[in-house]
């Protein structure tokens, strides 16, 4: 198994999960990250530190097209470690439905 990242992380990219992560598995593209189901070890730390309830087990239900997402980013985009400041607007885009489908971008972030 692994965790994800999922659809509510698009435009609020928070990132206080990636200071905590022991094995550094986030990858950081345009909007949102993603995190290498190769490299998470299952520690479940992550999860409770996101603000936007953004992270799951892959062990919950639905949340293959999200394993996907995360598989194919995590080889495209840069690794971060490092957290930054959260968009200016995050707040405004936190809890908003279909994200993936209006705001999703394959753009790469700028890493650490
Ligand atoms: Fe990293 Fe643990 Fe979260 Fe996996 S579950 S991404 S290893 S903090
Ligand atoms: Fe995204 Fe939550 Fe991390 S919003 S960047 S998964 S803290």
Redesign the pocket.
């Known amino acids: 198994m692994t965790y994800v990242?999922t659809d509510?992380?698009i435009r609020?990219?928070?990132?206080?999960?990636?200071e905590v992560c022991p094995v550094d598995c986030?990858y950081e593209g345009e909007n949102?990250?993603v995190i290498h189901p190769d490299e998470c070890i299952d520690c479940g730390v992550?999860e409770p530190?996101?603000?936007?309830e953004?992270?799951s087990p892959d062990t919950e239900p639905n949340l293959d097209k999200w394993l996907k997402v995360n598989a194919q980013y995590a080889s495209a985009w840069p690794n971060i470690t490092v957290k930054r400041e959260a968009p200016a607007d995050a707040k405004e885009f936190d809890g908003k439905t279909g994200k993936f489908e209006e705001f999703f971008s394959p753009e790469p972030g700028q890493g650490d």
């Open positions: 990242v509510n992380c609020c990219k928070y990132m206080d999960c990636v986030f949102m990250l992550c530190e996101c603000p936007a953004a992270i």
